[in-house]
């Protein structure tokens, strides 16, 4: 896979997440997939995350996403990007600038994202 395929799955990924479609992440998301939340640094299984998306429990309003840098490693990449968001829980809404990190791997014959973190750019 080259780069700029790699960059793809992290544009699907925020595409899924706009458009709320909890059956587009878990087709993107390993089984064991985990996301660190960039605000309270929680982590949550991919599955309860997916669920909490297509719920609209969490509403990611806009995501734009800046500059990106792939490393590749064999059947798994690690991508560090940046990307400006506007998030919804509930009736909060919190604007944030962040630094994240996904690792995507081969699974099942594609690639994958098995985790994502984001940390807020102060």
């Given at each position: 896979m080259s780069d700029a395929e790699i960059r793809s799955l992290d544009r699907a990924f925020f595409d899924a997440l706009l458009a709320a479609d909890a059956a587009a992440?878990?087709?993107?998301v390993t089984d064991?997939?985990?996301?660190?939340?960039v605000g309270s640094g929680n982590v949550t299984p991919g599955s309860a995350f997916a669920d909490a998306v297509g719920a609209k429990v969490v509403?990611?309003?806009?995501i734009e996403a800046g500059e990106s840098a792939v490393r590749r490693y064999g059947t798994a990449a690690i991508v560090v990007g940046s990307t400006r968001m506007a998030i919804r829980f509930g009736?909060?809404?919190?604007?944030?600038?962040?630094?994240?990190t996904h690792v995507a791997?081969?699974?099942?014959?594609?690639?994958?994202?098995?985790?994502a973190q984001g940390t807020p750019i102060r």
């Open positions: 992440l878990r087709e993107l064991d997939f985990v996301i660190v939340d509403t990611f309003e806009s009736p909060d809404r919190i604007e944030v600038h962040s630094r994240y791997v081969q699974d099942r014959g594609r690639w994958r994202l098995a985790s």
